[in-house]
């Protein structure tokens, strides 16, 4: 999903519209501008409406049935999903509706979060390291759908200057596993926390 997000939509997207940012939508997420695609469970919907599945092909065929050509936004970031064009697709279905449901909670709480400090903001998905996030007075907030330094989906925070306790566990701040945060609420509860912690040290 990762590859599919930075090679056929984030890419296509700074190519046509000079932006990599993606948004979460009911059961995916989706580009911010031309082209129009998104994804929804296991599969990709086009512009004209095509469903495509996301597995049996390679990025590159995916793309073309898009109407796109694939390949990741160029010159903007090194680190990224590793996927070549060349490589196939082979997105599990139960893993998608887990990842989604992350991003869906984190793209609540974070506006939650957003309104509660007087902003109102959408959550932007970055295609590089796949993390949904805002920023509000120099510190990012998050969810992560996992990377090197947490192989699984995890919130976050991380201020732009190093903060000191044992709340940050973490080189670049604070982070606890989704699968740690499972009840309602406490996904909010470590937002706000996080929120208190870095104003408090800041």
């Given at each position: 999903?990762?590859?599919v997000?930075?090679?056929?939509?984030a890419?296509?997207?700074?190519r046509?519209?000079?932006?990599?940012?993606l948004?979460?939508?009911?059961?995916?997420?989706?580009?911010v501008?031309t082209?129009?695609l998104?994804?929804?469970?296991?599969?990709?919907?086009t512009?004209?409406?095509?469903?495509?599945?996301?597995?049996?092909?390679?990025?590159?065929a995916l793309?073309?049935?898009?109407?796109?050509?694939?390949g990741?936004?160029?010159?903007?970031?090194?680190?990224?999903?590793?996927?070549d064009?060349?490589?196939?697709?082979?997105?599990?279905?139960?893993?998608?509706a887990?990842?989604?449901?992350?991003?869906?909670?984190g793209?609540?709480?974070?506006?939650?979060?957003?309104?509660?400090?007087?902003?109102?903001?959408?959550?932007?998905?970055w295609?590089e390291?796949?993390?949904?996030g805002?920023?509000l007075?120099?510190?990012?907030?998050?969810?992560?759908l996992?990377?090197?330094?947490?192989?699984e989906?995890?919130a976050?925070?991380?201020?732009?200057?190093?903060?000191?306790g044992?709340?940050?566990?973490?080189?670049?701040?604070?982070?606890?596993?989704?699968a740690?945060?499972g009840?309602?609420?406490d996904?909010?509860a470590?937002l706000?926390?996080?929120?208190?912690r870095?104003?408090?040290?800041?």
């Amino acid at each position: 999903m990762h590859g599919v997000a930075e090679l056929i939509m984030a890419g296509p997207q700074y190519r046509m519209s000079d932006t990599i940012r993606l948004r979460v939508v009911a059961g995916g997420f989706a580009t911010v501008s031309t082209p129009d695609l998104r994804v929804d469970g296991d599969s990709l919907v086009t512009e004209t409406g095509d469903v495509l599945p996301l597995h049996g092909v390679t990025y590159a065929a995916l793309a073309e049935a898009a109407g796109v050509a694939a390949g990741a936004p160029e010159g903007l970031y090194h680190d990224g999903s590793g996927a070549d064009p060349s490589e196939s697709v082979d997105v599990d279905a139960d893993a998608a509706a887990h990842l989604e449901h992350c991003l869906a909670r984190g793209d609540t709480e974070l506006r939650r979060l957003a309104s509660a400090s007087g902003q109102e903001m959408a959550p932007v998905l970055w295609p590089e390291h796949f993390d949904l996030g805002i920023t509000l007075d120099e510190v990012n907030y998050g969810v992560s759908l996992g990377d090197s330094a947490i192989g699984e989906p995890y919130a976050y925070v991380g201020p732009w200057r190093p903060r000191e306790g044992d709340f940050w566990n973490m080189p670049f701040g604070a982070a606890r596993r989704m699968a740690d945060l499972g009840e309602a609420g406490d996904l909010a509860a470590f937002l706000e926390e996080g929120r208190r912690r870095a104003g408090d040290a800041g």
